[in-house]
């Protein structure tokens, strides 16, 4: 397995200096990524703006969507054409997502040619993920249903027409594209990593997926171009508000079963006797057996001027590697392993792409012409980089972002992602710390993680795998017992533990996110609430910082498709861990640049108190929990 460290000589630099000149050359710190492998350069003269949880992303992209004269350019992981970006009274209350790209895209005036372009694989993987909510619909409605979570009525009838239509090729100015990363990829991706072998891991190993999230507009008119890299999937559950209200109404409800046959049993269920209060009893029932979406922690960023050049090419070579959706007996063809099926299947796709007209097939060409200089904006001063995971292409450059994060780090690192389970980085984060130590750098090292419980037990030796490495051992108790017997047993060192990792300079907090129900008096236990941590952001020593899709696990790192932006824009650090500090805690942390020792100590302080707080069914101060497992391991999922 490669190292952390591979590119580290390519962070070098030399300084000379003239002997009869004054000394006007300095070091700087070197943020942006260093491979020797093509990659996109560091952009200067643009502007980025970090986005906290979808109330603010959806109602920015709304606007934007809304003011578009010429283009609209959107890769997700998922969509759900009948979300709503901007709430009102309800979580249905709005302008549904699919409604907005029709009125732009076939208003009189100015209408915008919208390339909408998502990862599909195949029926197996939908029916598990349900990330394109709709997209088997009203044509194969068993394969759509298959989740657990079903929306309501309205909004699963909107997504199944939308599909639809679009997949029909009915919508103007609408172009929808589908796509997945092939087979043959996958080992040479994973080939300097270290991969679990179990079956699990070997049947999600036959789907890696295209992870990304991001947005442009108006590319061709570079003026007015604008866009965003993302973390929120364009799906209904990643809205919510920085609040995090408990229960919070403008959140989607889901329901057990199908919506239309719940409200019948719902109607069935009331008895003779309970026909006065029949609205009553039949809402009751529903509400039994339905819920309210979790709420969920996500960052994303909106971005302008050069780094649009590079998220352009980004799009562009997504598009072309990419097709029009397939039939449901195309894709049950390549599911199957006959040979004479995979060959029909081949034989219709062909057929059928010949006979689709491209909605303006020269737009590629096009933006090639446009220069990298048309996107300066002369008065900006945010340097950026783009970064990928692309398997087709050998990229990893998210990767090498964390490694140099890790390795330039002095004072401290906060995360905040989705899964923290990338072994090789634990280890890399003790092994710059060793090598700051080892050269005399005696100032502690602050690490604040903040993840979610892990969504099934299958990520919980990964998980452990990160957290016992970095003196976080007692907070997965089972493991930690395992671990523990085991050193004892085969005469091994115990665990690292965080008052070891202390004495060496390496403070480490590991927390979760809570939220409680906001009632006078003793709260019960379903009065509290995890919130879904989907961010993945890094902030070092408040002076850059990365934004974007990839979780800090093997997926992400090696397997599926990612989109990431760093910056060392130094002001817009500072004020990102401000901002996500004072979300999950109720205080902004220290001035720029100072110390964290006291914030460190008031983060364990808070978390301890909260904890007692939810054991005795007390209000919760802020967000902040520490972060603690206690179940049984399941076999480790890739």
């Known amino acids: ?93 709005g302008v549904r997502y699919g409604d907005l790209l029709k009125n732009i895209a076939t208003r009189k005036e100015n209408p915008v040619k919208v390339r909408l372009l998502v990862w599909h694989d195949d029926a197996a993987s939908h029916a598990q993920m349900n990330n394109n909510p709709g997209y088997y619909g009203i044509r194969f409605p068993l394969i759509d249903r298959a989740f657990t979570d079903f929306y309501s009525e309205q909004h699963q009838a909107y997504n199944d027409e939308w599909y639809k239509q679009v997949c029909a090729n009915e919508i103007p100015n609408i172009h929808f594209h589908v796509r997945k990363v092939p ?66 109404i403008h959140r989607e409800r889901f329901y057990e079963m199908d919506h239309a046959k719940l409200q019948r049993k719902a109607w069935e269920s009331v008895s003779e006797y309970q026909r006065r209060a029949a609205d009553e009893v039949a809402q009751a029932y529903i509400d039994a057996r339905s819920h309210v979406a979790k709420p969920y922690q996500d960052v994303s960023c909106r971005v302008q001027g050069p780094i649009l050049y590079d998220l352009n090419h980004n799009f562009c070579q997504a598009w072309e590697e990419s097709k029009r959706p397939s039939s449901l007996f ?28 491209e909605m303006d097939p020269g737009f590629i060409a096009r933006r090639k012409a446009l220069p990298l200089s048309a996107f300066n904006l002369p008065d900006a001063r945010h340097n950026l980089q783009l970064l990928r995971t692309q398997p087709l292409h050998c990229e990893k450059t998210i990767k090498e972002c964390y490694a140099n994060l890790t390795r330039q780090m002095l004072h401290y690192i906060f995360i905040q992602n989705q899964y923290i389970q990338y072994k090789p980085w634990a280890e890399h984060l003790i092994e ?34 990160v957290a016992g490495g970095i003196g976080m051992s007692t907070t997965m108790r089972v493991e930690h017992e395992e671990a523990v017997a085991n050193a004892k ?42 919130i879904y941590i989907h961010a993945k952001v890094a902030v070092v020593d408040d002076a850059a910082f990365t934004i974007g899709s990839a979780n800090l696990n093997l997926r992400s790192m090696a397997l599926d498709s990612e989109l990431n932006v760093i910056s060392d824009a130094f002001d817009v650090a500072y004020q990102l861990r401000a901002d996500l500090f004072r979300q999950c805690t109720k205080d902004p942390g220290p001035p720029q640049f100072e110390d964290m020792g006291d914030a460190f100590k008031e983060w364990k302080g808070l978390a301890s108190k909260n904890y007692g707080a939810k054991e005795s069914g007390g209000k919760l101060i802020g967000e902040l929990l520490p972060f603690h497992v206690d179940r049984k391991p399941g076999s480790p999922v890739l």
């Open 432 to 465: 710059c710390s060793g090598r700051l130590r080892g050269a005399g750098y005696l100032k502690p090292l602050y690490v604040f993680i903040l993840t979610s419980t892990p969504e099934s037990d299958g990520m919980d030796r990964p998980t452990y795998d």
């Open 330 to 357: 195309r894709e049950l063809c390549w599911l199957t392993w006959l040979p004479g099926l995979k060959i029909h299947a081949m034989v219709a796709e062909k057929i059928v792409d010949s006979l689709h007209h």
């Open 489 to 530: 047993k085969n005469g091994e060192r115990l665990p690292l533990d965080a008052e070891e990792l202390a004495a060496n300079g390496l403070r480490v907090f590991m927390g979760s996110l809570w939220t409680c129900a906001d009632e006078k008096g003793q709260l019960s236990s379903t009065d509290y609430e995890e």
């Open 1 to 93: 397995m490669a190292s952390m460290n591979a590119n580290a000589d390519l962070y070098k630099q030399t300084l000379s200096y003239r002997k009869k000149s004054a000394p006007n050359q300095c070091l700087a710190q070197s943020w942006f990524v260093r491979v020797p492998k093509e990659l996109y350069y560091p952009r200067y003269r643009c502007l980025i703006e970090p986005l906290i949880c979808g109330q603010d992303v959806f109602e920015k992209i709304q606007e934007d969507l809304l003011s578009a004269r010429h283009s609209v350019d959107i890769i997700t992981w998922g969509f759900d054409p009948g979300m709503v970006l901007v709430r009102k009274a309800s979580a249905e209350d």
């Open 183 to 248: 087979l043959e990829f996958v080992d040479q991706a994973l080939s300097d990593e270290s991969a679990p072998s179990n079956v699990m891991a070997l049947i999600a190993k036959r789907y890696p997926t295209h992870h990304q999230k991001m947005l442009l507009v108006d590319y061709e008119i570079p003026k007015l171009a604008k866009g965003y890299v993302m973390g929120h999937n364009s799906i209904t559950d990643f809205w919510d508000t920085k609040e995090h209200k408990f229960r919070d």
